[in-house]
């Protein structure tokens, strides 16, 4: 049981956008603690998507997007591509736990 | 080129040790602290904890005490973990993650990775 909870599994089809939810608490993504996302391809390891709520590192393209609200965070993916079939995690600190934490992950799948 | 290059799969019996490493290249090896995380076959993400590599002071996560051990050596810019007593049930990819160290903890993330070390504990 992971502390964020994530959909397992989100699809649509080529050109399309999806959005993935990331559900915390008010000891998480509530307590302004800076939330990130991860893409992880298969066979892969995971590679840094969003940082700081929002922001991406320069190499990602602005296809993906990050947002955060109370204790939620979304990832947002515009022109769905078959590339971005992945699983995609959320993450951030814990301040009850003094933990990293993660979500337990999507799957996006590309019809 | 900033890397963290690990080391390779490892194949042990329940009760041995295994010992992964995780060599930083391409940038300054303090200015950055490095985390484990382990993925269970099939499973999420699970960070393990972190170390400091300025102070060599390691932080590990509950769950992950005990038999799990970080380390460094700054001279060629690594970091261990260490893993005693193994069980099946350590059986996983472990990954190293490197975060900056000049942020609070609440406020990092992890921007460059390993490509992972697989330890698989069989009999």
């Known amino acids: 049981q992971s502390v964020l909870t994530q959909p397992p599994s989100v699809s649509a089809a080529p050109g399309q956008q999806v959005t993935i939810s990331c559900s915390g608490s008010?000891?998480?993504?509530?307590?302004?603690?800076?939330v990130s996302w991860y893409q992880q391809l298969p066979g892969t390891a995971p590679k840094l998507l969003i940082y700081?709520?929002?922001k991406r590192p320069s190499e990602i393209p602005d296809r993906f997007s990050g947002s955060k609200s109370g204790t939620s965070a979304t990832l947002g993916i515009t022109g769905l591509q078959t590339g971005d079939e992945a699983d995609y995690y959320c993450?951030?600190?814990?301040?009850?736990?003094?933990?990293?934490?993660f979500g337990g992950g999507t799957k996006v799948t590309v019809l | 080129q900033v890397q963290l290059v690990q080391s390779g799969s490892e194949l042990e019996k329940p009760g041995a040790s295994v010992k992964v490493s995780c060599k930083a290249s391409?940038?300054?090896?303090?200015?950055?602290?490095i985390n484990w995380v382990r993925q269970a076959p099939g499973q999420g993400l699970e960070w393990m904890g972190w170390?400091?590599?300025?102070?060599?002071?390691?932080t590990n996560a509950r769950g992950f005490t005990g038999r799990f051990v970080f380390s460094l050596d700054t001279s060629v810019t690594t970091a261990y973990l260490q893993i005693t007593s193994l069980k099946a049930e350590d059986t996983a990819v472990y990954y190293c993650?490197?975060?900056?160290?000049?942020?609070?903890?609440?406020?990092?993330?992890?921007?460059?990775w390993g490509r992972g070390t697989l330890v698989t504990v069989s009999s």
């Open positions: 993650a490197r975060a900056p160290k000049w942020l609070p903890t609440p406020y990092w993330h992890f921007d460059l």
């Open positions: 391409g940038y300054t090896f303090t200015n950055y602290v």
């Open positions: 170390i400091n590599t300025n102070t060599g002071n390691p």
């Open positions: 008010d000891s998480n993504i509530g307590n302004d603690n800076y």
């Open positions: 700081d709520n929002n």
């Open positions: 993450g951030t600190w814990d301040n009850s736990l003094s933990a990293r934490v």
